[in-house]
T-cell receptor, first 111, second 114 residues
């Protein structure tokens, strides 16, 4: 079992719709959760992070964390073609553990 | 504030050679992590440095090594290059070591081994 799992996609959504990206992790002691966006040929860009159970909203983005289910998600409202990218979920265990990345979900927003 | 910088941006080497890549973190950031990204394997953790000491290490052979200087700048070295080492090498910096540990990536060094 991989430490951080994501559906590779592509996830295709129409412009203006809500895109829902999911991630599960295996280390129950994980404490920090991050979402990165990576455009083709570019480096990953941090868009959201969450530490506590529940929802965290930032503009069109909402991160949701459920530690009991070991599940973290990213919702993108009013999806735009410019949101088309690969979204990487990253998880850090407690204390001084390294950051582990999932393989990423490719999102395609079509006009 | 300037972001993470990596040099060189592109590199072409032949099998058996060695290479050194450089990373300057965001000003004030003291932790530097290195990753290898390939289409097949995704983003693989190499190592993490803080206060000039390697704090975490990924599952890579000993041909991959790194170091961090007192000004937090970091270098990684790959010796005896293999074709499979062709990848995008990414450096990320964070303020301190450990959780929560938001990391910010540099533009990467694209290494091609012929």
């Amino acid at each position: 079992q991989k430490e951080v799992e994501q559906n590779s996609g592509p996830l295709s959504v129409p412009e203006g719709a809500i895109a829902s990206l999911n991630c599960t992790y295996s280390d129950r002691g994980s404490q920090s959760f991050f979402w990165y966006r990576q455009y083709s040929g570019k480096s990953p860009e941090l868009i959201m992070f969450i530490y506590s159970n529940g929802d965290k909203e930032d503009g069109r983005f909402t991160a949701q964390l459920n530690k009991a289910s070991q599940y973290v998600s990213l919702l993108i409202r009013d999806s735009q073609p410019s949101d088309s990218a690969t979204y990487l979920c990253a998880v850090r265990g407690g204390g001084y553990n390294k950051l582990i990345f999932g393989a990423g979900t490719r999102l395609a927003v079509h006009p | 504030k300037a972001g993470v910088t990596q040099t060189p941006r592109y590199l072409i080497k032949t099998r058996g050679q060695q290479v050194t890549l450089s990373c300057s973190p965001i000003s004030g950031h003291r932790s530097v992590s290195w990753y290898q990204q390939t289409p097949g394997q995704g983003l693989q953790f190499l190592f993490e440095y803080f206060s000039e000491t390697q704090r975490n290490k990924g599952n890579f052979p000993g041909r991959f090594s790194g170091r961090q200087f007192s000004n937090s700048r970091s270098e990684m070295n790959v010796s005896t290059l293999e074709l499979g080492d062709s990848a995008l090498y990414l450096c990320a910096s964070s303020l301190n070591f450990g959780a929560p540990g938001e990391q910010f990536f540099g533009p990467g060094t694209r290494l091609t081994v012929l």
